[in-house]
C-alpha cells in the first residue's frame, strides 16, 4: 500500500485560539472527525493497521480545519505509533514530531512524555542513536518532575538500550537495573520481564555468568507466570547459550527440550524448528553425530511442513556442513 504523505506541517494557531471553538466547528464535521478516530482506533485492535491509518488521515483533515490542537495530538501520535508498526519509520518520525510539537504546546505532558519515548525508539531503528539519547534523557527528566515513576522506568530502559547499543555496558546494567527495580513497584511483569533478558544479554557481554543467569533466570520464571511467550523463549535461549558455552551441557540440554515442549503446546512451529536446531547444534557440539542428524532432520521436516522455506535452506546448509566436518575429522 502507498501511503500518502502527511499533510504539512500545521501553521501556528497562536493567534486563532482565541477565536471561540464553537464558531469554528460545523457538529457535522467535529461528529465525523470524531467517528473516524474511533474507528481507527477499532480497526488498529482488530490488527488493520493499513484501514486504521486511512481513517485517521481523514480525521487528520477535519481536525486541522477546526483548529483542534488536542485532537491533533491524538491523531498524530496514532499515526505515529502506526507507522512505526509496520515499520514505515519515516512517516512514523514526521507524525510524531508533529505530535511532540503539539503536546509541548498544549502542555499535554502525559502524552509529551509517551510520544518522547516513541519517537526516541524510532529514530533508534533509524540508526539515530544520539538524537534519541535526547529525547530519552527529556523523557528521564520530565517523568521525574511529575513523579510519573512507570514513564521513569521506560525512559531509563531506553537509555540502558542505547548505552548498551554504544557500547557503554557499565552504564547499560546501571540503567537497567533501575529500571527494573521500578517496575517491580508498579508491578508491571512484562517490560520488567523485557529489561531482564536485555540485562542478562548485557552481563553475558561482560562475562558475568552468574549474573548472565540469574538475570535470564529471573525473566524465565516472570514469562512462566505471566504466560508471555516472546520473553519466556527469549529467556531460554540466553539460558541455553550461556550453560553450553560454559559446558553445561545436561542443563542446556533440559531447557531445550522444554522449550520444544512449550512451542509444541503452544502451537507456534518456528520456536519448535529452533529448538530442534539447537538440540542438533548441541549433539554435534558433544560429537555425537546420529542424534545431531536426527535432529536436524526433524527440524528440516518441521520447516518444510509449515512452509518455513528459508529456514530449511538454512538447515540443509548447516547440516550439511556438519556432516562435512566430521568426515575431515574421521
Known amino acids: 500500500m502507498v501511503f500518502p504523505l502527511l499533510p504539512p506541517s500545521p501553521p501556528p494557531y497562536i493567534a486563532q485560539v482565541e477565536v471561540p471553538f464553537s464558531d469554528l466547528q460545523p457538529p457535522v464535521d467535529r461528529a465525523e472527525a470524531d467517528r473516524l478516530l474511533q474507528a481507527g482506533f477499532e480497526q488498529r485492535d482488530r490488527g488493520s493497521l493499513e484501514k486504521a491509518i486511512d481513517n485517521w488521515l481523514e480525521a487528520l483533515q477535519i481536525y486541522d480545519r477546526l483548529v483542534d490542537l488536542e485532537a491533533l495530538t491524538v491523531v498524530y501520535t496514532a499515526l505515529g505509533n502506526a507507522y512505526a508498526d509496520i515499520e514505515r519509520y519515516d512517516l512514523a518520525e514526521v507524525a510524531l514530531r508533529r505530535a511532540l510539537g503539539l503536546a509541548r504546546e498544549v502542555e499535554d505532558l502525559p502524552r509529551r512524555l509517551i510520544v518522547l519515548d516513541r519517537l526516541g525508539e524510532v529514530l533508534l531503528r533509524r540508526s539515530a542513536v544520539n538524537p534519541a539519547q535526547n529525547l530519552f534523557a527529556e523523557a528521564l527528566e520530565l517523568s521525574r518532575q511529575v513523579d510519573n515513576q512507570e514513564g521513569e522506568a521506560i525512559a531509563l530502559g531506553n537509555l540502558g538500550l542505547v548505552a548498551a547499543l554504544s557500547g557503554d555496558l557499565a552504564e547499560a546494567i546501571k540503567h537497567y537495573e533501575n529500571a527494573i527495580e521500578l ?92 529448538a530442534l536446531r539447537m538440540l542438533g547444534q548441541l549433539y554435534g557440539t558433544a560429537g555425537n553425530l546420529p542424534q545431531a542428524r536426527r535432529f536436524y532432520e526433524g527440524a528440516i521436516a518441521l520447516a518444510r511442513t509449515a512452509g518455513e522455506g528459508q529456514e530449511e535452506l538454512r538447515l540443509r546448509d548447516e547440516l550439511a556442513e556438519l556432516l562435512y566436518d566430521f568426515l575431515l575429522t574421521d
Do not use: C, K, M
Open 183 to 274: 517496575y517491580q513497584g508498579i508491578d508491571d511483569p512484562i517490560p520488567e520481564t523485557t529489561l531482564l533478558n536485555r540485562l542478562g544479554a548485557v552481563y553475558w557481554r561482560v562475562g558475568d555468568y552468574d549474573n548472565t543467569i540469574g538475570a535470564f533466570g529471573a525473566a524465565l520464571r516472570q514469562a512462566r507466570v505471566s504466560i508471555d511467550l516472546p520473553n519466556y523463549f527469549r529467556a531460554l535461549d540466553g539460558l541455553i547459550e550461556a550453560h553450553a558455552t560454559v559446558g553445561r551441557y545436561a542443563r542446556a540440554l533440559e531447557l531445550i527440550e522444554e522449550r520444544v515442549e512449550v512451542a509444541r503446546e503452544a502451537g507456534v512451529p518456528i520456536e519448535e524448528i529452533r
